[in-house]
C-alpha cells in the first residue's frame, strides 16, 4: 500500500475571506480515516453547518440522523455537538479544507469562525477513500 503524506497547509483564510467562502453554503462533510485503534470505528467524520446559532439539545439527534441517513453512515461513537472554532487552509486541493480549532493558543494565531460542529466516529459502506487513509470533504451549497 502507498504511504500517504498528510496534505501541506500553505496559509489559511483571512476572516473576510472566510465569510465570502461561507456564503451560499449550507454544510460542509469532511471524511478521514480515523485514529482510534478497532474495535472502534474506522472512519472519522466532521459536519461543519454554516450557523453559529445554538441548536436545540432535543434537535442535534435528528440532524445527526438525517446525514447519517443521506451518507449510509451506521454505527455511530464519540459524538461532539458544538459551536466550535473553524478555520480555513488553503492545501493543493481545489476547495479550502475545513479545520476545527482545538487549541487556543493556535486560534490566537490564525482566522477562525464560530460554527456548529457534528464529529463522530461511524462506518458506511461508501467513503472507499478515507478507508484507504484519503481525508477529504464537500461542500453542499443552499
Known amino acids: 500500500m502507498q504511504e500517504m503524506q498528510p496534505l501541506k497547509v500553505h496559509s489559511y483564510l483571512s476572516q473576510s475571506e472566510i465569510q465570502k467562502l461561507l456564503e451560499g453554503v449550507e454544510f460542509i462533510i469532511m471524511a478521514a480515516p480515523s485514529l482510534m485503534a478497532p474495535p472502534e470505528h474506522p472512519l472519522h467524520f466532521t459536519i461543519f453547518l454554516n450557523t453559529s446559532d445554538p ?3 432535543e434537535i442535534k439527534p435528528l440532524i445527526l440522523e438525517k446525514f447519517c441517513k443521506e ?3 451506521n454505527a455511530t461513537s ?3 455537538s458544538n459551536v466550535e472554532r473553524v478555520a480555513f487552509a488553503l492545501t493543493s486541493q481545489e476547495t479550502p479544507m475545513p479545520r ?3 487549541d487556543p493558543a493556535e486560534a ?3 482566522p477562525w469562525v464560530p460554527m456548529h460542529i457534528i464529529d463522530f466516529l461511524g462506518d458506511s459502506s461508501g467513503f472507499k ?3 484507504d487513509g484519503l481525508s477529504g470533504w464537500s461542500y453542499s451549497y443552499n
Do not use: D, Q
Open 100 to 102: 476545527h480549532i482545538i
Open 108 to 110: 490566537n494565531t490564525i
Open 129 to 131: 477513500e478515507a478507508k
Open 55 to 57: 441548536i436545540p439539545e
Open 71 to 73: 451518507h449510509a453512515i
Open 78 to 80: 464519540h459524538l461532539l
